[in-house]
């Protein structure tokens, strides 16, 4: 489309393409361009070490080094996904809004589903975060999420200390400028 209509070539994100990261992983192909895209945003933007954690479709934690590595990835659930599929798979449980209710324990259906999902994955933030920062040996850990739920989970994890929801689009910005120079 961009071709057809505007006659501009687009940049996409993969193999060959500059990026100022270097990808420790097994198989640097196999990882996902909005990981790539994300992973640099945060490190231009805010140094490392960091962990970005973007709750989209999936929950995927991006662990940049100090010197701008990507050394890996944990990919969980997302949470709309988890909340979707146990809606999905069961016979009364409705779809609800993903808001933390006022108490852990719930006292009606809507409020007991979303005590499991919101609590829940931030028991699961916390405890991923915890498990790399002690495989990193570090004291501290400098962590930002971004997509649609970022905020939300970000309200009860007290490790995550930024929210950033341009962070995609500034690192294709970013990847962008250094692939037109």
Same mark, same amino acid.
């Given at each position: ?37 994300? /992973? *640099?945003?945060?490190? &231009? ?7 970005? !954690?973007? #709750? @989209?479709? +999936? ?43 006022? /108490? *852990?324990?719930?006292? &009606? ?7 499991? !999902?919101? #609590? @829940?994955? +931030? ?59």
């Amino acid at each position: 489309m961009c071709e057809f209509f505007f006659g501009i070539s687009p940049l996409i994100i993969g193999p060959g393409v500059k990026t100022g990261l270097n990808v420790k992983t097994e198989n640097p192909k196999e990882v996902g361009a909005d990981i790539i895209v994300n /992973s *640099v945003s945060a490190y &231009n933007k805010y140094g490392g070490p960091i962990v970005v !954690i973007d #709750f @989209g479709t +999936a929950t995927t934690f991006d662990v940049i080094s100090s010197g701008g590595e990507l050394l890996g990835v944990v990919i969980a659930p997302g949470i709309k996904t988890s909340l979707e599929g146990l809606v999905s798979k069961t016979a009364q449980l409705p779809m609800v809004e993903l808001d933390a209710p006022k /108490s *852990v324990i719930g006292k &009606n259906t809507k409020h007991c589903m979303q005590s499991g !999902i919101i #609590f @829940g994955f +931030a028991g699961l933030v916390e405890n991923i975060l915890r498990k790399i920062k002690k495989e990193l040996n570090v004291a501290e850990l400098n962590v930002v999420a971004t997509g649609g739920l970022g905020e939300i989970i970000a309200r009860e994890v007290k490790s995550i200390k930024k929210v950033d929801r341009t962070l995609t689009l500034d690192g294709l910005r970013a990847i962008y400028e250094l692939n037109c120079k």
